[in-house]
């Protein structure tokens, strides 16, 4: 609090400033493109003689007065306009016309350019991204590119979000697109454990841009990682021959709960114990909304002050930043980190050293998030705290009773904390060979390491006599190196009129994770630590060919091997190959009203091997949940003993192989108005198939319920279409927009299961309140996965649900297992993102809606406790119940019922910012307010409709996050 204060006070003295003049100016012209300065460049003021032009290193004089408008103009570049302010230094970045140089984007192991490209690729840049105060880096980007969703798992502090590419490609294995920090590919199953985040490290200040690689034909170089897509992230690095400048952001932001669970109010809550024979004497004279009670306004502030500084052959970008962050359950995340990075040129510009280096502390200071379910279930009569001043209980004796939610909440009776500090560095060699030009080297060393511990303390539950409080200690560290070098051969062969693009390279990586805690329950229980170590080699090719500036072909291989597969199933290959036709480029399209049409198709195989634990083949070992197996090997000072945990084999399948994704997309790319108005329209056809997964093992086995194996197939199919609008582009007013919508479905076409063809899901989210497990939702050959599996429920003829009347599917005069049926699902059939950005002199206005269509959600909310036995029935106790009891007045639970799958079709306006940039004589300031999560428009009644696996049971709400923000340039 103290800090979001200082930062408020802060914003409040520095925004009145006002604004001075400047009469003369300095700068710098550089290309957009490689950052080298320009010589040479016209640099006049509009409508008049005076001007100049730039010497050798770009940089120029001229003199102007206040609100002249100065024009920058360079043969083969884009002419730019800029009205003089006041500023000290005008560093202009000019971009090279389309017609001559589309836009530079990176693909694996290289780039190329927009126009040249021939897979699915999408950059988002810097200009393009959210704002406001956003600690995960993925928020950034959502909403901002086409068949690419991103959803938070809600509104902790800290709080990451899941990335899905195309909706992902596998079943139990992981959906996460594999992540390339400046060329090191980050570890799918997060950097540090125990954040919510896996990029939690990452400043978002600190990111250029995201390029997605979302079909196999761009994923395939990536080869056993890349079946989910690859988001390769740029961070910032400064640029050579720019001025030395310090730059400090803050933004001062506080976050509010928008929606809670609906339950009983105190005098309906009385009124259903009266009516249905609870007990009266128990009630309490108070009306508490115990959520209103445990949620809080959360507050926060993020710092960053950089630094940058660019010379002819040598450039650096330091930031030093410190995030905080409230959760309205006070829960809090806090990061405090280092960007380093530095580039040096040498051999007149032909060798290139690049280091990256990024250092973290980050703290995350759980809540207890079981006070959300305590929440919605105790007695609204009773107050906080009793006559004596102390939280008030159910009493000894209810031991299944809640908690006071106030008292999960209160640090003396829980208390989770967990630190990682950790260190992302990347270092790069990039050398021209000076007796052939057109031949590259580039070397690529990274590391990622990071140190966790944490701890956690829960209080003995109250109402349990016999309840001990928990202590857990936990420590450990993930190290994940990598080393990978390529040679590319770039040549332009005029006899064939034809440039070629060759890369050949290796790479290896190793990833390492140690971790141990300690449990104290009672006794004090040990696992012994657990060591999890796996390697990948691989090789890989790439050879492009752009034929007539017309005609494109690209091909691609990679050979990876993975310790985590026997020597017989260990190298997998992953071909990747695509084409393009520059129609535009045709002597047909010579008087065509297009400015750009290029057609593209590509297909390749992509791999996964994230299934848990190394060596599976091997078989699998955990430690055992039988007290009478473990062993004992000292005692506590109190004489309680101490006990090893020992291990068990699981079940294991020695014939265990690559999950192998074959892909198939085809696309046109488009522009009209001299590319003021450009589009995409991407369809793919996707098929996993030998899909790893856990499964039940056969009956009679000697060995736990699980196995590890490969068990079927899944496919799925998609349109995406993005639209990007430059509306107005006048000196004081711009609009730009973008839109892009995505069309998907999957179904699993097979399971090599024995016995019956389908089988549930894994407890999603630790599982589902009120007994229903794991069942509820079912994967089955024709069906999407994330399928529902429900009884239909019968209405009377008000359209009331009766309770316990479902549809006898088989005609049996019975309802058995045999009535449930695959009932909609919580993926969408359709998403859509739309942007626009305005401009009006120094004013700026942006705003993202994001929405989604076709998916369902499990309202688990209310099939758990929307029902009288959960008020009057319980054991000793008596708590609160979801309000659709009103309408249903079910006697019990009807866990299984669809009457609580809801379709949850939303649009949200996710964020909105207006901004105001003031020039001063020594400074530039720009002040901005920014809303996330502004509204939501459902019809679906739960909490939040936007929830990934579609069953909402104590879902951590969403919040709405006001945000004041200064950035300062000098």
């Not at 300065?37 to 509009?46: A, I, R, S, T």
Request: charged share 20%.
């Amino acid at each position: 609090m103290k800090t979001f204060l200082n930062a408020l006070l802060f914003c409040l003295i520095m925004a009145p400033a006002t604004l001075l003049a400047q009469t003369n100016v300095s700068g710098t012209v550089t290309d957009k493109a490689n950052a080298m300065p320009l010589p040479g460049v016209n640099v006049l003021v509009k409508g008049t003689s005076r001007g100049a032009s730039t010497d050798f290193d770009g940089k120029f004089t001229v003199e102007v007065n206040q609100g002249e408008i100065i024009v920058v103009s360079y043969v083969g570049y884009k002419t730019q306009e800029i009205t003089f302010n006041g500023q000290a230094n005008l560093d202009v970045a000019l971009e090279e016309d389309a017609a001559q140089l589309d836009e530079v984007v990176l693909i694996g192991y290289g780039s190329t350019t927009k126009q040249d490209a021939t897979g699915a690729v999408e950059k988002v840049g810097d200009e393009e991204f959210n704002r406001g105060a956003i600690v995960a880096p993925q928020q950034l980007i959502a909403g901002k590119a086409a068949g690419v969703r991103i959803t938070t798992g809600g509104g902790a502090a800290g709080e990451g979000g899941e990335i899905r590419i195309r909706g992902g490609a596998s079943l139990n294995s992981t959906n996460d697109p594999l992540i390339v920090i400046d060329g090191l590919p980050i570890d799918q199953r997060g950097g540090a454990q125990g954040t919510r985040n896996a990029l939690s490290a990452i400043n978002p200040a600190d990111i250029e841009d995201f390029v997605v690689l979302k079909d196999a034909s761009a994923t395939a170089i990536y080869g056993s990682r890349a079946s989910n897509g690859v988001i390769l992230i740029t961070t910032k690095k400064g640029k050579a021959n720019q001025p030395f400048k310090v730059e400090y952001g803050l933004q001062a932001s506080t976050r509010t709960v928008t929606n809670t669970v609906d339950v009983l109010n105190a005098s309906q809550y009385r009124q259903v114990v009266t009516d249905n024979g609870g007990d009266v004497s128990v009630l309490g004279n108070a009306s508490t909304d115990w959520q209103d009670q445990i949620y809080t306004t959360g507050v926060g502030a993020i710092h960053n002050l950089t630094v940058s500084k660019g010379y002819e052959d040598f450039n650096f970008r330091v930031n030093l930043n410190h995030s905080s962050q409230e959760g309205p359950l006070n829960d809090l995340f806090e990061r405090t980190g280092a960007n380093v990075a530095l580039v040096h040129r040498f051999l007149n510009n032909d060798l290139k050293l690049t280091l990256t280096s990024t250092l973290s502390q980050s703290e995350n200071d759980y809540a207890n998030e079981g006070a959300l379910g305590a929440a919605i279930a105790f007695d609204p009569t009773q107050p906080v705290f009793d006559e004596n001043g102390n939280y008030t209980q159910y009493g000894t004796g209810a031991n299944l009773a809640p908690a006071n939610p106030l008292f999960l909440l209160d640090n003396n009776n829980f208390n989770s904390r967990q630190t990682s500090k950790r260190v992302i560095s990347n270092f790069n060699i990039d050398y021209k060979f000076w007796f052939l030009k057109d031949l590259r080297f580039n070397l690529n060393a990274g590391i990622d390491y990071a140190e966790n511990s944490g701890y956690l303390f829960s209080a003995a539950n109250p109402n349990n006599a016999g309840a001990v409080p928990t202590n857990e200690v936990s420590s450990g560290l993930n190290r994940n190196t990598s080393l990978d070098f390529y040679l590319n051969y770039k040549k332009d062969i005029e006899s064939i009129n034809t440039l070629v693009d060759l890369t050949a390279g290796h790479a290896f990586q190793e990833f390492y994770i140690f971790s141990e805690f300690s449990r104290q329950t009672g006794i004090l229980t040990a696992p012994p630590a657990d060591i999890n170590r796996n390697a990948l080699e691989s090789y890989f090719v790439r050879a492009s060919f752009d034929i007539a500036d017309k005609y494109l072909i690209s091909a691609s291989f990679r050979r990876d091997g993975s310790s985590r597969f026997s020597e017989d199933n260990r190298w997998g290959s992953f071909p990747g190959v695509s084409v393009g036709w520059k129609l535009m480029n045709e002597s047909f399209m010579e008087n065509s009203f297009f400015s750009n049409l290029k057609l593209r198709a590509g297909w390749g195989v992509t791999g996964q091997q994230e299934i848990g634990p190394n060596y599976g083949y091997l078989g699998i070992y955990t430690p055992s949940r039988n007290n009478a197996a473990n062993i004992q090997f000292g005692t506590l000072p109190n004489g309680d003993p101490i006990f090893f945990e020992t291990l068990r084999p699981e079940g294991f399948d020695e014939n265990l192989k690559w999950e192998e994704t074959t892909q198939y997309n085809v696309a046109l790319d488009f522009g009209f108005f001299n590319n003021r108005l450009t589009g995409t329209v991407d369809a793919y056809y996707r098929e996993t198939k030998d899909l790893l997964s856990r499964v039940p093992v056969p009956a009679g086995a000697n060995l736990t319920d699980l196995l590890i194996t490969n068990v079927g197939e899944v496919t799925s199919r998609g349109l995406e279409f993005s639209l990007n609008g430059v509306i107005a582009q006048k000196e004081n007013f711009g609009w730009d927009t973008n839109f892009n919508i995505t069309f998907q479905e999957q179904e699993i076409t097979k399971l090599n299961l024995s016995g019956d063809s389908d089988y549930f899901l894994p407890s999603p989210n630790g599982g589902i309140s009120g007994g229903v497990g794991n069942n509820i939702q079912i994967y089955r050959p024709g069906y999407d996965p994330s399928t529902f599996f429900v009884f239909r429920q019968v209405y009377d003829d008000n359209g009331d649900p009766i309770a316990g009347a479902y549809v006898d599917v088989n005609g049996d005069n019975q309802i058995t297992e045999a009535d449930r049926q695959a009932y909609k699902k919580a993926t969408p059939d359709a998403f859509i993102g739309f942007t626009n950005n305005f401009r009006y002199k120094n004013l700026d206005l942006n705003f993202t809606f994001r929405g989604s269509f076709g998916n369902y959600v499990y309202n688990n909310s209310a099939s758990d406790r929307g029902n009288v036995n959960a008020v009057v029935n319980q054991p000793g106790y008596q708590a609160n119940a979801h309000s659709s009891f009103l309408d249903t007045n079910f006697t019990n639970q009807e866990l299984f019922s669809d009457y609580y799958i809801q379709r949850a079709d939303f649009v949200r306006l996710d964020n909105i910012s207006l901004g105001y940039t003031i020039p001063f004589s020594k400074m530039t300031l720009r002040t901005s307010l920014t809303a996330t999560n502004v509204f939501v428009i459902t019809e679906y009644d739960g909490l939040d409709p936007e929830i990934s696996n579609g069953i909402q049971n104590n879902f951590y709400p969403r919040t709405r996050d006001i945000v004041l923000g200064l950035n300062f340039t000098f």
